[in-house]
């Protein structure tokens, strides 16, 4: 009996399976690499059984992930992933949009893609959400402070730590660590945000970043320092912040993807 058997601290036996029932389980296997060909140039199959819709989910993918690529130079690693510059700092690739082609949008709308009202937006729409692999190096160290309307939840894959320093709409400044100990850290759309590697924590930090409704660059922007300033009444931590404004920041966006900057070409112009 099952009751009796749990009782006694006993499992049930389980019994094997039939050849007919490996078959059919085998059939429907389907390797990541076959689902994501744009984003997946090494196997990770076993590493991203969790990998759903562009959004790695749970820390045992995470760490599946990280001993994957143990051992692997910054540099090479983001070239495998076929990252390139972010206009925030570091690199990225674009790896979902929902229904449609990731990247070829050019961080705006697709509107044959998947779409959710968004009224109060320009354009009046946006794909329902939009992921990306992200990561810091020793030569890309700093996001710099940004705002943007759509609520963007943060996956830590591997590598060290990433910290966040983040202010809320309501004006309350925080400081978040991602990494094995705490792999999730989710920021409210209407945040102002920047982030680092933390430093002697390792050569990069790689992550997922969630977003929904899905990133549009219509709803970002950099936070000048008058913002900051105004964000941080307090001098101590204006101060201390600060060193992450981005000096000469961009409207337009376009060339990341027209003429993108590799990780290798970034690590050799880094100081």
């Given at each position: 009996?099952?009751?009796?058997?749990?009782?006694?601290?006993?499992?049930?036996?389980?019994r094997?399976?039939?050849?007919?029932?490996?078959?059919?389980?085998?059939?429907?296997?389907?390797?990541?690499?076959?689902?994501?060909?744009?984003?997946?140039?090494?196997?990770?199959?076993?590493?991203?059984?969790?990998?759903?819709?562009?959004?790695?989910v749970?820390?045992?993918?995470?760490?599946?992930?990280?001993?994957?690529?143990?051992?692997?130079?910054?540099?090479?690693?983001?070239?495998?992933?076929?990252?390139?510059?972010?206009?925030?700092?570091?690199?990225?690739?674009?790896?979902?949009?929902?229904?449609?082609?990731?990247?070829?949008?050019?961080?705006?709308?697709?509107?044959?893609?998947a779409?959710?009202?968004?009224?109060?937006r320009?354009?009046?729409?946006?794909?329902?959400?939009?992921?990306?692999?992200?990561?810091l190096?020793?030569?890309?160290?700093?996001?710099?402070?940004?705002?943007?309307?759509?609520?963007?939840?943060?996956?830590?894959?591997g590598?060290?730590?990433?910290?966040?320093?983040?202010?809320?709409?309501?004006?309350r400044?925080?400081?978040?660590?991602?990494?094995?100990?705490?792999?999730?850290?989710?920021?409210?759309?209407?945040?102002?945000?920047?982030?680092?590697?933390?430093?002697?924590s390792g050569?990069?930090?790689?992550?997922?970043?969630?977003v929904?409704?899905?990133?549009?660059?219509?709803d970002?922007?950099?936070?000048?320092?008058?913002?900051?300033?105004?964000?941080?009444?307090?001098?101590?931590?204006?101060?201390?912040?600060?060193?992450?404004?981005?000096?000469?920041?961009?409207?337009?966006?376009?060339?990341?993807?027209?003429?993108?900057?590799?990780?290798?070409?970034?690590?050799?112009?880094?100081?």
């Amino acid at each position: 009996r099952v009751g009796a058997t749990h009782a006694q601290g006993r499992e049930s036996p389980r019994r094997p399976r039939s050849r007919a029932q490996v078959a059919y389980l085998a059939s429907r296997r389907t390797p990541a690499s076959s689902l994501f060909p744009h984003i997946m140039p090494f196997p990770l199959d076993s590493a991203l059984a969790g990998f759903a819709a562009g959004v790695v989910v749970g820390g045992a993918v995470a760490a599946a992930v990280l001993r994957a690529t143990r051992g692997r130079r910054a540099v090479a690693y983001a070239e495998q992933l076929r990252l390139i510059a972010h206009p925030e700092g570091g690199f990225f690739l674009e790896t979902y949009r929902a229904g449609s082609v990731p990247m070829a949008s050019k961080g705006q709308t697709d509107p044959s893609g998947a779409l959710v009202p968004a009224p109060d937006r320009t354009g009046g729409q946006r794909n329902c959400m939009t992921s990306i692999y992200y990561m810091l190096t020793k030569s890309s160290p700093v996001q710099y402070w940004a705002n943007n309307r759509s609520d963007h939840v943060h996956y830590w894959h591997g590598g060290g730590h990433l910290v966040y320093h983040v202010v809320a709409p309501d004006g309350r400044l925080s400081r978040h660590v991602l990494g094995p100990e705490c792999p999730q850290v989710v920021v409210q759309g209407g945040s102002f945000k920047c982030a680092e590697l933390e430093e002697g924590s390792g050569e990069y930090v790689l992550l997922g970043e969630a977003v929904g409704p899905g990133f549009d660059f219509r709803d970002f922007a950099f936070v000048t320092a008058a913002e900051l300033s105004a964000l941080l009444p307090d001098l101590a931590d204006f101060k201390r912040l600060s060193r992450f404004l981005k000096e000469r920041p961009e409207s337009s966006f376009d060339d990341y993807y027209n003429r993108p900057t590799m990780p290798s070409a970034a690590s050799a112009t880094a100081p």
